[in-house]
């Protein structure tokens, strides 16, 4: 019965999401690309190897946590104001994240498939890191806090507590806490 609060999380996090595209849209929130492009792959893939792993409900928040980037991505290029500036760093971590995905489906084990999905997440994470420590106001906070409810529920669903279950989950609990944690750093000087 707990592996239902997943739903829960899932719509809270979509929410979350169409609130961070409102702001796009309005030119409010200046998603980079890169990231967002990048934070699609790796949870879906993410999903994917945990699906073939027999994982169930507990991947609906990987899966929300892919599937609300890619909105974001597409959503992006409709409002030119909504234009973040890629610099070389951004390509390097790009890079450096399409090269853990390729090394993933080189070795297609679901367990690796996870392990690389995560490392490519992280170095996608890096320019919107970067980006929300110097501009906060640049981007919009309840994507992540959403995203982190959402990936605090997949504990509820969890039936075997192996490596494939709980590594995504924790490691999303982890980043949208440290972009959290970014976006209100001067706050917490206070």
């Known amino acids: 019965m707990l592996q239902y609060i997943v739903l829960i999380g899932a719509s809270v996090s979509l929410v ?12 409010e929130t200046k998603p980079n690309k890169i990231t967002w492009l990048l934070w699609s792959a790796a949870p879906l893939i993410a999903a994917a190897a ?3 792993n027999g994982v169930r409900w507990a991947i609906l928040p990987v899966f929300m946590a892919g599937f ?8 992006s ?40 999905a995560i490392i490519g997440d992280g170095f996608a994470a890096i320019p919107t890191i970067i980006k929300l420590w110097k501009y906060p106001k640049t981007e919009s906070v309840i994507v992540y ?4 409810f959402n990936a605090l529920t997949s504990f509820f669903a969890l039936k075997i507590f192996n490596a494939s279950e709980l590594a995504f989950p924790i490691y999303l609990v982890i980043i949208d806490s440290l972009l959290i944690f970014s976006f209100y750093k001067n706050k917490f000087k206070k």
Do not use: Q
């Not at 609300?68 to 959503?75: A, E, K, S, T, Y």
């Open 68 to 75: 609300i980037p890619l909105l974001i991505f597409i959503i």
């Open 145 to 148: 806090m959403t995203g982190l």
């Open 16 to 27: 979350g999401g169409l609130t961070y595209i409102k702001n796009t849209l309005h030119g």
């Open 50 to 52: 945990a699906w073939l």
């Open 77 to 116: 290029f409709i409002n030119p104001k909504s234009y973040w500036e890629l610099k070389r760093f951004d390509y390097i971590c790009g890079t450096c994240s399409i090269l853990a995905l390729i090394l993933w489906w080189i070795t297609k084990e679901p367990l690796i498939a996870i392990i690389f």
